[in-house]
Nanobody
Framework: QIQVVESGGGLVQAGGSLRLSCTIS????????MNWYRQAPGKQQELVAS???????NYQDSVKGRFTISGDFAKKMTWLQMNNLEPFDTATYYC???????????????WGQGTQVTVSS
């Protein structure tokens, strides 16, 4: 069974920093990518950042220069360093693992439960 567990959320003042962590466990054939999404109340879920196993990264425009995604695919962990946080960054942050459970299976997505990030002004 695949498990995705996030940690590191909390309350921070505008301009502050937080570091989110995500650990992925369970039997799998390959871990292809690790992603961070967020969803604020009343808004659609949006991709924040992603990293692939060839170390390619992708960021939402609003976080470029402020957030940094990193990952260790051998350890099946990813981190999201968030600097210069603003109130509009307030949301529940979710980790998503894109992986193949078996050699000939398709890539499936597995989600964590989310961790709350609240930025006060």
């Amino acid at each position: 069974q695949i498990q995705v567990v996030e940690s590191g959320g909390g309350l921070v003042q505008a301009g502050g920093s937080l570091r989110l962590s995500c650990t992925i466990s369970g039997n799998m054939f390959t871990l292809n990518a690790m992603n961070w999404y967020r969803q604020a109340p009343g808004k659609q879920q949006e991709l924040v950042a992603s990293i692939t196993k060839d170390s390619s990264t992708n960021y939402q425009d609003s976080v470029k220069g402020r957030f940094t995604i990193s990952g260790d695919f051998a350890k099946k962990m990813t981190w999201l360093q968030m600097n210069n946080l603003e109130p509009f960054d307030t949301a529940t942050y979710y980790c998503r693992a894109d992986l193949r459970r078996h050699r000939f299976s398709t890539v499936d997505n597995f989600w964590g439960q989310g961790t709350q990030v609240t930025v006060s002004s």
